[in-house]
């Protein structure tokens, strides 16, 4: 089982800051096959990128992603007050499929 | 539009069955694999199971494995997750999800609750 391993759990920062929010693999994963994900209070999540670096229909492009093998990275270029949520990222390469633990970015 | 709507969860008795469906519209349901994600009350989210678009495969997380059934009715665009002799940690909002080859899961429900109790 590839494990997902999120960093940090939590990211304090005002809005119009830069996020930064890590995933690392316990094996590599191919890069198509990395996805991020946002979660609000009381909402299913929602796709932001896939393929590592392919944004989601819809979603803004302060979003961007990068990595490879075992180290992928979202970043949130001016943090918008709608961005303070969990993120999570996946891995969908090989079953079973696994989500980190998720990256929690919160208002400072 | 692409909907996806979960129903069938409650509370159970630890050792019982329970199934929950999901009913799927605005696309064509024999398009996609489908699976089963949950997320534990204050918790993370949990890969649970995957169905190929024509339901020739199946996977399953090693905690719900022998326990739980997934299973798909394109005639019906609904997808179901059989789930026998559940635990108290199987409580958790159930989502289903759509998967389309690349793009991760693009569509969710908004979940149901099981609630795994004596």
């Known amino acids: 089982e590839i494990v997902l391993t999120q960093s940090p759990g939590t990211l304090c920062l005002s809005p119009g800051e830069r996020a930064t929010l890590s995933c690392r693999a316990s094996?590599?994963?191919?890069?198509?096959?990395l996805a991020w994900y946002q979660q609000k209070p009381g909402q299913a999540p929602r796709v932001l990128m896939s393929?590592?670096?392919s944004r989601a229909t819809g979603i803004p492009d302060r979003f961007s992603g990068s990595g490879s093998g075992t180290d992928f990275t979202l970043t949130i270029s001016r943090l918008e007050p709608e961005d303070f949520a969990v993120y999570y990222c996946?891995?969908?390469?090989?079953?079973?499929?696994?989500f980190g633990q998720g990256t929690k970015v919160e208002i400072k | 539009q692409v909907q996806l709507v979960e129903s069938g969860g409650g509370v159970v008795q630890p050792g019982r069955s329970l199934r929950l469906s999901c009913a799927a519209s605005?696309?064509?349901?024999?398009?996609?694999?489908m699976h089963w994600v949950r997320q534990a009350p204050g918790k993370g989210l949990e890969w649970v199971a995957l169905?190929?678009?024509?339901?020739?495969?199946?996977y399953y997380a090693d905690s719900v494995k022998g326990r739980f059934t997934i299973s798909r009715d394109n005639s019906r665009n609904t997808l179901y997750l059989q789930m026998n002799s559940l635990r108290a940690e199987d409580t958790a909002v159930y989502h289903c999800?759509?998967?389309?080859?690349?793009?991760?899961?693009?569509?969710w429900g908004q979940g149901t609750l099981v609630t795994v109790s004596s």
């Open positions: 999800a759509r998967y389309v080859t690349g793009t991760g899961l693009d569509y």
């Open positions: 605005g696309f064509t349901f024999s398009c996609c694999g």
């Open positions: 169905i190929w678009y024509d339901g020739s495969k199946e």
């Open positions: 094996q590599s994963v191919s890069s198509s096959y």
């Open positions: 393929g590592a670096s």
């Open positions: 996946q891995q969908f390469g090989s079953s079973p499929w696994t």
